[in-house]
């Protein structure tokens, strides 16, 4: 069974930064593609990056340049650094693991964590 555990996430003022780490256990992780995605009060669930098994990566346009995802597969870890965080970055993130293929589509990820709460004060 596939796990996944979110971390880093917190209440920072606008402008700030914030690393959320996803450690994923049970599974080959360098087989997987991994997602971040983001779901913020009342909203649906949208996509914020992914990263490949050759480590290729897709950003949505409302973050593009102030995150960047990474991975490291020695440690079976994802990464999301955000920086010039804004107001409209607060949200549940999630991340996702997917078999091969990364994608922008929340419903072809098999495996998600329990989400971690950012929260940007203006």
């Known amino acids: 069974q596939v796990q996944l555990v979110e971390s880093g996430g917190g209440l920072v003022q606008a402008g700030g930064s914030l690393r959320l780490s996803c450690v994923v256990s049970?599974?080959?992780?360098?087989?997987?593609?991994m997602g971040w995605f983001r779901q913020a009060p009342g909203k649906e669930r949208d996509f914020v990056a992914t990263?490949?098994?050759?480590?290729?990566?897709v950003y949505a346009d409302s973050v593009k340049g102030r995150f960047t995802i990474s991975r490291n597969n020695a440690k079976n870890t994802v990464y999301l650094q955000m920086n010039s965080l804004n107001p409209e970055d607060t949200a549940i993130y999630y991340c996702?693991?997917?078999?091969?293929?990364?994608?922008?589509?929340?419903?072809?990820?098999?495996?998600w964590g329990q989400g971690t709460q950012v929260t940007v004060s203006s």
């Open positions: 990263i490949s098994l050759n480590a290729n990566t």
């Open positions: 049970g599974g080959t992780f360098s087989f997987y593609a």
């Open positions: 996702a693991s997917r078999f091969i293929g990364a994608s922008e589509r929340s419903y072809e990820y098999e495996y």
